[in-house]
């Protein structure tokens, strides 16, 4: 294979969980590792939600790529945005004409939103990927409230006051969850003219039950919290359109002035890189060694990657799963250069699923164990802690949590970009 007897060129493209794990990973060993990102940041994408309703900032939940990656000496860090994928020729492709050449490709590109072959609907109904979809989301959700607050209408502003989640997967739930604690009990007293309790919330899903990866009783007990919190859940109520005034469903029309998107996601353009035949959403599919074909050094891992699980069920795409890869092709990228045994197939320990509903609310399962209620939230608190990236993050975020328990405030309320 090519650079055995030097160091390895080792291009890793994307710094989500994925990616910057592995950078991690191979923090001083015996490889030339070059990770490559459109954005200078690694986002803590499970927290989004919290920017997006007020909560957080966005610089809490962000770190800089150079400053995480700055005692890795053997490793740097390009931000650039690649176009193709030259796999004979074993170079990336950049968008400003260059190339990277590598001895072994790592692609952890992570996904964007779906809107099931209706793109002309994100215009309407922003999907949470990034920090610029998370402050567009906030503008969207105060810009309502400041709206109604100086709306005569009694029908317009009642519409300027509803908010429809579409997906009630756990990122449309936890925004659900959020938007009710922000109209019920942060916003309560901030206006004169209307009434922000009077929020109407409704979470749209298209299957028969929220939270499907969860179990039917933690599903139910979601939805039990989040009615406390004033938002309806309408099941079996599919997206039909989306436009400015709203959304038509399945069920009928429904008149909201803000629409937000967590119904699906869809890999980035990778598989079309490599010239493979995706699955339905996008991901191109892996082998045990977490490469499209054996014995290639290209490997694929995260939300790009379609990696079937010991059931033959495809994994999540959540962040355990990315990182859990990532080590696991350190492990084969060491193996390969003569620096350790051969890991063998990849195999996923299954960490667990964890939503938080609201204030002092959550669901958790893990194999046979199921939790919900404010064990729970203390739980999801915890973990999300732990995994933040830097230590100042971690105290900040901590001190703003326990602010907001104590308070009832959010201090990430603003509004930019309100001409738009």
């Known amino acids: 294979m090519p650079g055995m007897g030097d160091s390895r060129k080792v291009v890793i493209v994307g710094a989500g969980f994925g990616g910057l794990t592995l950078a991690k990973a191979l923090c001083g060993e015996a490889f030339e590792v070059t990770v490559v990102d459109r954005t200078n940041h690694h986002l803590f994408q499970p927290l989004l939600y919290q920017v997006a309703t007020a909560g957080l900032s966005p610089a809490s939940i962000a770190a800089p790529i150079r400053s995480i990656l700055r005692r890795c000496k053997n490793t740097r860090v390009l931000m650039a945005e690649v176009v ?4 004979p020729g074993r170079r990336v492709l950049l968008a400003d004409g260059s190339h990277l050449p590598y001895d072994s490709l790592v692609l952890a590109t992570g996904a964007s939103h779906s809107y099931f072959g209706h793109p002309e609907w994100e215009r309407d109904a922003p999907g949470l990927k990034t920090v610029e979809d998370a402050t567009e989301m906030r503008r969207r959700i105060l810009t309502a409230f400041e709206r109604a607050e100086r709306c005569e209408d009694p029908a317009q502003r009642e519409a300027l006051l509803t908010f429809a989640i579409v997906g009630g997967g756990p990122t449309g739930v936890e925004l659900a969850g959020s938007i009710g604690e922000l109209a019920k009990r942060v916003l ?34 979601a939805v039990r919290d989040l009615r406390r919190l004033g938002v309806e859940v309408r099941t079996s109520t599919r997206v039909e359109k989306v436009t400015p005034e709203g959304v038509e ?4 029309p429904v008149a909201a002035a803000t629409v937000l998107w967590a119904a699906g996601v869809e890999a980035s353009p990778a598989a079309r890189w490599l010239c493979v035949e995706p699955d339905r959403a996008g991901r191109v599919p892996v082998g045990p060694t977490l490469e499209p074909a054996a014995d290639t050094d290209l490997f694929v891992i995260g939300d790009t990657a379609r990696c079937e699980g010991e059931d033959g069920v495809p994994l999540p795409g959540v962040a355990p799963v ?99």
Do not use: C
Request: glycine content about 10%.
């Open 322 to 420: 990315a990182m859990q890869q990532a080590r696991h092709v350190a492990k084969l990228l060491r193996s390969r250069a003569g620096l350790g045994r051969d890991p063998g197939p990849f195999h996923y320990v299954d960490k667990g699923n964890l939503a938080t509903v609201g204030r002092s609310s959550a669901v958790l399962e893990w194999g046979r164990w199921k939790l919900g209620g404010a064990l729970a939230w203390l739980l999801w608190l915890a973990i999300h802690i732990v995994y933040l990236i830097g230590f100042r993050n971690r105290i900040v975020v901590l001190v703003e949590w326990a602010w907001a328990y104590a308070t009832y405030e959010r201090g990430a309320r603003l509004i930019t970009r309100p001409g738009q």
């Open 249 to 252: 469903t399945t069920q009928g």
């Open 84 to 87: 193709d994928v030259d796999v």
């Open 188 to 221: 309560a007293r901030d206006f004169r003219r209307i009434d922000p309790t009077r929020a109407k919330i409704l979470l749209l899903e298209g299957g028969d039950r929220i939270l499907a990866t969860f179990s039917k009783d933690l599903a139910e007990r």
